[in-house]
């Protein structure tokens, strides 16, 4: 009997199906899991995740300073200085000039991304911004819709630091919060040092300090070295921001003795010395800085420390020391790139010597060669203080202060050489004032000057307009020579940089052709002067008076301000800037401790001009008269600072419009408080950082530069503010061009218009005349080969009977 066809067959067959069958139903609800994580991942998370890898990558690139707990915000109208959520009358990062430490900003730019993945505050651009939103939104999807997915948990951490470095904090938190809460993962010592990040960031100090010593912990117990180093830079990060010098330096010593990576204990000494200066803590400053090469410092990181020494070295006047570690430095080919840095400080080290002009051929050497670095800028600085300061040069110096403004210097340093530049443009326009009232004087007192000059002015001018013809007729022959119009710029531009040089370089205009002056528009036309030479010598003292107080107060040259305060004295005593002047010199003779020639003056100008408004001033400075002060409120008490600090708070919940409305109010309400600038300038930030509205932006930064001008708040933002300024002015030149532009192709259009129906019109009169023409000549033709006898007006009817007459 065969066994396959029997009973017991069969029903082993069933029951190996049904084993087979429940064998693959267990395989396949096993890897439900495995296909959810499959499809997920082919979906969603591979795309976000590489999208995030390449954005953080970029933020990372971004971050300038690993130590700072918010960076500044960049110009553009992205400008200003981020907010500082301390107390409210505290703003952004301080920059240290104690010592002259320069801030370097590309400290960190090499190291950023081996040191620390956390970049705090850093200033997104819009690609950025919107690539992290996007990262956003697919993680969104997984968190929504693949709870069960293994990467849930990485969806989550990922949506975190897009928050963070969005600066949203507050949903940043919410995310470590829920990943927190997961119970152990991967991410969970990573994500409770973001965590405490975001404690910190929202004022929450205690809970995030206490997070981070977690994560130190931790992190040294799990050998996570990478994750120590994170918490530790954000701990001093903190203390610096928070200006608790003393608590940064202490983490950083206990970084050191525990920390076993060599470059980031270059970064950490390197950052322990800028703390120490901070400090004033100079010697201690000098140890840090010598220690960094002890370790694995970057080519950046060691060159920056070396620098510092110098520097400080400098600073204690140890001066030859200095000039060695400076030479060492200089010849170390590692050192190459950094040259120009080099020999800016070695420029220093010659100006403090006395021997200026070493620095000042070693400064012109920098300023030429190195024209694409900010190098070029601090020398042609350096080169303006030099002239200014020493040889008393206002037409080099004001040269170049001048071209700072388009070099790649640092802002601060722009605006200190705009701020040069426009006192020496004052200067020099009360000096041509002055030079042209004392020609006029001249021109009174001896006419035939006037008449002299005169014949010698038009006598130049004519030359000149002869040399432009001559000029002009040679270029076009050049042209008729098939010279090409480029060589004609370049030899133009040739021209104007030699006219130029030749105007930098001569200063004596007596020496100087009248025909190059007026050229150069240095020489006008003589005027006959039509008032006295006593209303000219009034214009005189006045003027003289201008100059002076130029030098006391804008060019602090204190000896040139007293030299015309007392030529106004004596030789102009009897005009009404007597008064004044008088007061002026006995200000200077107080500044030089000349007490007898002060109080002199101020004696006399109480005694003989009661009605005078500077009696009272005199009489203030001999302490005559004892001024009662209204005393409005406690000292150091601001009845606005309540006020300002919660209008903080409520900026920080982001309410920015509400922000923006409390500000308002203070200044409104207290415009004499000291906190009245600062909410102006932190509604312009509102309105730039938070809000995108630049053109409110520079609305406040303007009521800021113009109500609040002795305000240091508006050095942070006059620089920006004239830019957008500038910007809009040229937006509106460039908008108004393009509508002449418009009127005057729509008024060629309308004249080709006219001027083709004129055309058209006489086409067609000319068509009809042809016609007309055509028609007759036809009917001409027409009457011709008719036969004569069909006429009876002009042949005679045959078969009448012919007239006597013509028989």
């Not at 409210?88 to 900003?105: D, E, F, K, M, R």
């Not at 201008?546 to 030098?551: A, I, R």
């Given at each position: 009997m065969n066994y396959k066809n029997t009973p017991a067959c069969r029903l082993d067959r069933k029951k190996l199906f049904a084993s087979a069958s429940l064998f693959l139903l267990m395989i396949v609800l096993s890897s439900c899991g495995i296909w959810t994580d499959f499809t997920t991942y082919f979906n969603t998370y591979y795309n976000a995740k590489t999208l995030f890898d390449q954005t953080e990558e970029e933020v990372l690139k971004q971050k300038k300073d690993m130590f700072a707990f918010r960076e500044e915000q960049q110009p553009n109208l992205?400008?200003?200085?981020?907010?500082?959520?301390?107390?409210?009358?505290?703003?952004?990062?301080?920059?240290?000039?104690?010592?002259?430490?320069?801030?370097?900003?590309?400290?960190g730019t090499q190291t950023g991304t081996q040191y620390s993945g956390v970049p705090q505050g850093v200033q997104?651009?819009?690609?950025?911004?919107?690539?992290?939103?996007?990262?956003?939104?697919?993680?969104?999807?997984?968190?929504q819709y693949e709870t069960n997915s293994s990467y849930f948990p990485d969806a989550l951490f990922m949506t975190g630091k897009a928050f963070f470095y969005m600066q949203e904090y507050a949903k940043a938190q919410r995310k470590f919060l829920e990943l927190a809460n997961l119970g152990e993962t991967k991410y969970s010592l990573e994500n409770k040092l973001w965590l405490a990040k975001t404690y910190l960031q929202l004022r929450s100090f205690d809970e995030g300090l206490k997070l981070i010593e977690d994560v130190k912990a931790d992190a040294i117990k799990n050998d996570k070295e990478q994750l120590f180093d994170d918490a530790s830079i954000a701990k001093v990060s903190f203390f610096i921001f928070r200006e608790e010098y003393l608590k940064a330096a202490d983490e950083c010593k206990n970084y050191l003795s525990v920390s076993k990576n060599d470059e980031s204990n270059a970064l950490v000494c390197y950052e322990l010395g800028k703390i120490y200066l901070k400090l004033s803590d100079e010697q201690n400053a000098l140890q840090a800085f010598s220690s960094v090469p002890k370790y694995s410092p970057t080519v950046e990181i060691e060159f920056r420390s070396r620098i510092e020494y110098c520097r400080l070295l400098k600073q204690l006047n140890r001066i030859d020391e200095c000039e060695s570690a400076l030479e060492t430095l200089r010849y170390q080919g590692k050192f190459k790139n950094y040259l120009d840095e080099i020999l800016i400080e070695r420029g220093e080290i010659y100006d403090d010597k006395d021997q200026p002009k070493l620095a000042v051929d070693l400064y012109r050497d920098v300023d030429s060669t190195y024209r694409q670095s900010p190098s070029s800028g601090i020398a042609s600085m350096k080169l303006g203080e030099i002239y200014e300061r020493r040889y008393r040069d206002y037409d080099s110096s004001y040269k170049y202060y001048k071209k700072v403004a388009l070099s790649l210097a640092p802002r601060e340093m722009k605006t200190r050489s705009d701020n040069r530049a426009r006192n020496f443009e004052k200067y020099f326009q009360i000096k041509n004032q002055l030079d042209d009232y004392n020609l006029k004087i001249t021109y009174l007192k001896n006419p035939s000057r006037y008449l002299q000059d005169s014949l010698d002015y038009d006598f130049a001018y004519r030359q000149y307009q002869d040399e432009n013809r001559r000029l002009a007729e040679g270029q076009t022959n050049q042209m008729n020579q098939a010279q090409t119009q480029q060589e004609l710029n370049n030899e133009f531009i040739q021209r104007q940089k030699a006219m130029l040089q030749q105007q930098t370089n001569l200063k004596d205009t007596k020496n100087i052709p009248l025909k190059t002056l007026i050229a150069q528009g240095r020489a006008k036309k003589p005027e006959r002067p039509n008032f006295s030479v006593d209303s000219v010598n009034t214009l005189v003292a006045q003027e003289m008076?201008?100059?002076?107080?130029?030098?006391?107060?804008?060019?602090n040259v204190p000896d040139s301000a007293a030299f015309y305060f007392k030529e106004i004295l004596k030789d102009y005593s009897n005009k009404p800037v007597k008064v004044q002047t008088m007061y002026a010199l006995g200000t200077y003779y107080q500044t030089v401790n000349d007490t007898v020639r002060a109080d002199s003056l101020f004696k006399y100008i109480y005694d003989n001009f009661p009605k005078n408004l500077l009696s009272n001033a005199a009489a203030e400075k001999l302490g005559l008269v004892k001024q009662e002060k209204i005393i409005t409120i406690a000292k150091n008490i601001d009845p606005a600072e309540k006020f300002y600090i919660e209008a903080e708070k409520i900026y920080y919940e982001k309410k920015y419009e509400a922000a923006i409305d409390s500000f308002r109010n203070i200044y409104k309400n207290y415009p004499t408080s000291l906190y009245a600038p600062k909410s102006v300038y932190y509604i312009g930030l509102i309105y730039e950082d938070d809000l995108k509205m630049l053109d409110s932006a520079a609305a406040a930064y303007g009521k800021l530069t113009k109500d609040y001008t002795k305000s240091p708040l508006v050095n942070l933002v006059m620089a920006k503010y004239s830019e957008f300024m500038n910007e809009k002015e040229k937006q509106k030149r460039e908008a108004e061009a393009k509508q002449k532009e418009a009127v005057l192709k729509q008024k060629e259009a309308e004249e080709k218009l006219k001027v083709s129906q004129a055309q058209n019109k006489m086409v067609q009169q000319k068509a009809v005349s042809d016609s007309s023409r055509v028609k007759e000549n036809d009917e001409v033709r027409e009457e011709q080969k008719q036969p004569a006898n069909l006429n009876p007006k002009i042949e005679p009817d045959t078969t009448k009977k012919q007239s006597p007459i013509l028989k």
């Open positions: 992205q400008y200003g200085v981020q907010p500082n959520p301390q107390a409210g009358y505290q703003y952004g990062a301080q920059t240290n000039t104690q010592l002259g430490v320069q801030t370097n900003t590309q400290v997104l651009t819009g690609s950025l911004s919107q690539n992290l939103t996007k990262v956003i939104e697919k993680c969104s999807k997984i968190l008076y201008n100059l002076g107080s130029n030098f006391f107060s804008e060019l």
